[in-house]
């Protein structure tokens, strides 16, 4: 089932999760042990995220170095069926630009289709590290827009070998990325809704949000979305602090701001790691209820392996 259908049924507002793949050399299981506990909260889907090869560099005996691609977390394919055979709930694989020429994409596309995977989130990817910039692959993709047309060829059954006549259609729906504080990158936050509105124009079916800790900045971000006229659903994403150590890496990884009265009371318990974790969970439980009572359609839970805090906030929200 498409994921925009869940909330053109109901009015009410649903829980749903992101999950990492396993590292190289893990299992399903961990993937299994992260959602068990949380599938009591009917989720209408689970989101598995997508991570490119990275560079490292080996130190030779000679004292040269040698720069090596590595993939830590490979593929979503695979995991995404067996979310669906173990759950019976929707699994949506994150298909990104940085890595891939279209015919990977469209490979890539008609696994999916093959497996009856009908949702996808598509996204540009980040830079590499070491990289400064993102590249796009030889024959590939620029930005996530470019990725959203070509998923709209292959459902009106147009695909790149053009010997192909009255293709198969597959009919997947499609999420976008949005960013309530602006993506890093984008030189104006109005530019960047420009931006996002015409991933929308281009066949985006919803928009799932960066993390925010600021429900102010969401709230202000959703009515500037639907005064441009983006009219598809938007699903807030949002994440507890947990660790002191958190502080610092969440704005530098995912370029956010923390709210000063979040960081304060944070602060207040810096040395008491229970403490410290209990209000981050207890602002986060305040953040879902007020954007349930805002009417959210869904609450997106990037849960980074964290099951137990994730259910403990799901049991005080759903
Ligand atoms: P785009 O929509 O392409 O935007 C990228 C930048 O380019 C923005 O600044 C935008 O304003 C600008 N832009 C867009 N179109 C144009 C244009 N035509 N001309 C000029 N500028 C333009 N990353 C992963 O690697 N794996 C994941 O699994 C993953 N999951 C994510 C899930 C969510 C919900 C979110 C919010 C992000 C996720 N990311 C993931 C990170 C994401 O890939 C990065 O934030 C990336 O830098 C941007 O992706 P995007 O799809 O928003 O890109």
Redo the contacts with the bound molecule.
């Keep these: 089932m498409k994921i925009i259908e869940y909330f053109t049924q109901t009015k009410k507002t649903y829980v749903s999760f992101?999950v990492l793949p396993p590292l190289k050399g893990g299992s399903m299981q961990k993937i299994f042990d992260t959602l068990d506990p949380l599938m009591e909260f009917k989720p209408p889907f689970i989101?598995v995220?997508?991570?490119?090869e990275e560079y490292i560099y080996k130190r030779r005996p000679s004292g040269y170095y040698e720069k090596t691609a590595i993939r830590k977390r490979p593929g979503t394919v695979g995991i995404c069926a067996s979310i669906m055979h173990r759950y019976d709930v929707e699994a949506v694989p994150?298909l990104?630009c940085?890595g891939f020429t279209k015919e990977d994409t469209e490979n890539a596309l008609i696994d999916l289709n093959f497996l009856g995977i009908q949702n996808v989130?598509?996204?540009?990817?980040?830079a590499r590290k070491f990289d400064g910039r993102?590249i796009p692959e030889e024959g590939g993709h620029e930005?996530?827009?470019d990725l959203v047309k070509q998923i709209k060829e292959i459902n009106s059954g147009k695909y790149l070998d053009h010997y192909i006549v009255d293709g198969a259609k597959t009919d997947f729906c499609i999420g976008?990325?949005?960013?309530p504080e602006k993506?890093?990158?984008?030189p104006n936050y109005d530019?960047?809704l420009i931006?996002?509105k015409?991933?929308i124009d281009a066949g985006g079916d919803y928009i799932?949000?960066?993390m925010f800790f600021d429900n102010k900045k969401y709230l202000a971000f959703f009515e500037k979305c639907r005064e441009i006229g983006i009219d598809v659903p938007i699903i807030p994403?949002i994440k507890p602090i947990t660790r002191p150590s958190q502080l610092k890496s969440l704005p530098r990884l995912f370029y956010i701001n923390l709210p000063l009265e979040l960081i304060t009371e944070l602060n207040k318990y810096i040395d008491d790691k229970k403490a410290f974790k209990q209000i981050g969970i207890e602002w986060c439980i305040q953040q879902s209820k007020e954007l349930k009572a805002a009417g959210a359609p869904c609450i997106h839970y990037y849960t980074m392996g964290d099951t137990q805090t994730i259910k403990q906030i799901c049991e005080a929200v759903v």
């Design positions: 992101e989101d995220t997508y991570h490119r994150h990104i940085g989130l598509a996204l540009r990817g980040d993102f930005y996530a827009i976008v990325a949005g960013y993506h890093f990158e984008s530019l960047d931006h996002l015409s991933k799932v949000s960066q994403g």
